[in-house]
């Protein structure tokens, strides 16, 4: 996610780099959203359901679309958090057609919301004037799109069944092979 946030501040626009201490405001507040984050979930679910749902919208929203996409037929979509064993889930979509082929793009789609992230923090000095305000709302932003970009543990393991492993480790195989054994 480091990563993310250095190629984010290297390809803001030149108008707006010229303010490193507004830039540096808005990672101080990332990290403060990190933080925050995480007291959320030590403080109970009402506190990370309202903090969070923004983020699990798009993070579910992403699951739905690729789904369509991939066919999967989506049975049902929940925002309102509840209880599964010892653990809270705060999102889910439900499909019937889940299979090898289809699991991994899936589970993986919110993944996506780094390209958004990308296409925000090029664009947003754009859209708007830099001020501080501006400048801490894009980290504001970058933050609830980075961190709930995330793949769930629930979708690591629909992308990790058998099948998709089989599947997409045969083709990652034959590539590689096919790249060394044709230089």
């Excluded at 990672?27 to 983020?55: P, T, Y």
């Excluded at 082929?101 to 708007?128: E, K, Q, R």
Aim: with cysteine; hydrophobic share 55%.
């Amino acid at each position: 996610m480091l990563a993310a946030i250095k190629q984010t501040i290297l390809s803001l626009p030149a108008h707006c780099q010229h303010h490193p201490l507004w830039h540096l405001c808005g990672l101080s507040l990332f990290l403060v959203l990190c933080v925050s984050n995480q007291q959320a979930k030590r403080s109970g679910i009402i506190l990370l359901a309202i903090w969070n749902l923004a983020g699990v919208m798009l993070h579910e929203l992403a699951h739905l679309l690729v789904g369509i996409l991939c066919r999967a037929q989506p049975t049902n979509i929940s925002l309102i958090p509840r209880r599964s064993g010892t653990r809270w889930q705060l999102g889910a979509v439900r499909f019937t057609r889940i299979n090898a082929v289809n699991a991994v793009p899936i589970a993986f789609a919110p993944l996506g919301l780094t390209v958004v992230a990308y296409l925000v923090a090029n664009s947003w000095f754009t859209w708007l004037h830099s001020t501080l305000t501006t400048t801490l709302a894009l980290y504001a932003v970058l933050f609830i799109l980075l961190y709930n970009a995330l793949p769930s543990p629930q979708d690591l393991r629909v992308a990790t069944n058998w099948g998709s492993l089989l599947l997409y480790g045969s083709a990652l195989a034959l590539l590689t092979a096919l790249f060394y054994y044709t230089r």
